[in-house]
Nanobody
Framework: QVQLVESGGGLVQAGDSLRLSCAAS????????MGWFRQAPGKEREFVAA????????YYADAVKGRFTISRDNARNTVYLQMNALKPDDTAIYYC?????????????????WGQGTQVTVSS
């Protein structure tokens, strides 16, 4: 089992940057593909980015491609989401999740474990 705890959210202005972190417990972190999702008020949870278990492969939603970077440090049991050039439309609760399904995994239902989320608010 994996427990996930996100951090790094906050209130920023459009054009600013933030880095989210997701710390995982358990010795099997390196065997999971990891993903970030987000959920804005009144909207469904949507895929943002994913990184393969070894950290070599990444995959992004079109809405964040070129602005966000996902990475992981398996020695620290942590996955990151670097968010640059933030827009008001990026405002949401951001969740990290762990999956054993084949990479890339973009479906919400394919992830086995979820964190509690961290709020990101981007003002215009």
């Amino acid at each position: 089992q994996v427990q996930l705890v996100e951090s790094g959210g906050g209130l920023v202005q459009a054009g600013d940057s933030l880095r989210l972190s997701c710390a995982a417990s358990g010795r099997t972190f390196s065997t999971y593909n990891m993903g970030w999702f987000r959920q804005a008020p009144g909207k469904e949870r949507e895929f943002v980015a994913a990184v393969s278990s070894g950290g070599i492969n990444t995959y992004y939603a079109d809405a964040v491609k070129g602005r966000f970077t996902i990475s992981r440090d398996n020695a620290r049991n942590t996955v990151y989401l670097q968010m640059n050039a933030l827009k008001p439309d990026d405002t949401a609760i951001y969740y990290c999740a762990a999956s054993t399904q084949m990479f890339p995994t973009v479906r919400f239902g394919s992830y086995d474990y979820w964190g509690q989320g961290t709020q990101v608010t981007v003002s215009s």
